[in-house]
T-cell receptor
Framework: GQQVMQIPQYQHVQEGEDFTTYCNSSTTLSNIQWYKQRPGGHPVFLIQLVKSGEVKKQKRLTFQFGEAKKNSSLHITATQTTDVGTYFCAGRGTGTASKLTFGTGTRLQVTL | NAGVTQTPKFQVLKTGQSMTLQCAQDMNHNSMYWYRQDPGMGLRLIYYSASEGTTDKGEVPNGYNVSRLNKREFSLRLESAAPSQTSVYFC????????????FGSGTRLTVV
């Protein structure tokens, strides 16, 4: 079955530093989504990428979808303490009945 | 703007007891899902309903059953709870199956002793 791996599992940065998490799929994806989950909270949808090579920005967050549609990244510029949480990618396979498979997440800790 | 509402928020069960987790969405979404989240395991799909009137198994369906009662409501039932079912359960919905963003409920923290 489809597998979605995320690295790193955990990252600790100082406020103001940049952060990147990477997502890799064993199969080609039709779309990839990113979610943020604050400690003790529920996942919140951030964005969906569909096109090969697509890049989207949301303020300090930059999302990329690889050319082969098998990998993706989320980059946060100049982290803030409000960025603390776990970031999940979720990829959908190319079949019409394909489900969304979540990665195991990257937990980000930001300290002053 | 309620979104996805899950009840209860917390529950403690004894091994062998049964219970139903309730989920309702008010966004007119077609698809609904049940996930469980365990430390280090990410989100694993238990069951889903791609559209009203249909339900299908996800990755980890054993020990669970679901009912899509109507377009708004999707319930998850544990017939005979086991300690391995201790987890956080999330209900989610989306406009279309496995597409667009999922809206998650606030979760049910279930402990089976």
């Amino acid at each position: 079955g489809q597998q979605v791996m995320q690295i790193p599992q955990y990252q600790h940065v100082q406020e103001g530093e940049d952060f990147t998490t990477y997502c890799n799929s064993s199969t080609t994806l039709s779309n990839i989504q990113w979610y943020k989950q604050r400690p003790g909270g529920h996942p919140v949808f951030l964005i969906q990428l569909v096109k090969s090579g697509e890049v989207k920005k949301q303020k300090r967050l930059t999302f990329q979808f690889g050319e082969a549609k098998k990998n993706s990244s989320l980059h946060i510029t100049a982290t803030q303490t409000t960025d603390v949480g776990t970031y999940f990618c979720a990829g959908r396979g190319t079949g019409t009945a394909s489900k969304l498979t979540f990665g195991t997440g990257t937990r980000l800790q930001v300290t002053l | 703007n309620a979104g996805v509402t899950q009840t209860p928020k917390f529950q403690v069960l004894k091994t062998g007891q049964s219970m139903t987790l309730q989920c309702a969405q008010d966004m007119n979404h077609n698809s609904m899902y049940w996930y469980r989240q365990d430390p280090g395991m990410g989100l694993r799909l238990i069951y889903y309903s791609a559209s009203e009137g249909t339900t299908d198994k996800g990755e980890v369906p054993n020990g669970y059953n679901v009912s899509r009662l109507n377009k708004r409501e999707f319930s998850l039932r544990l017939e005979s709870a086991a300690p391995s079912q201790t987890s956080v359960y999330f209900c989610a919905s989306s406009e279309a199956f496995a597409n667009y963003g999922y809206t998650f409920g606030s979760g049910t923290r279930l402990t089976v002793v």
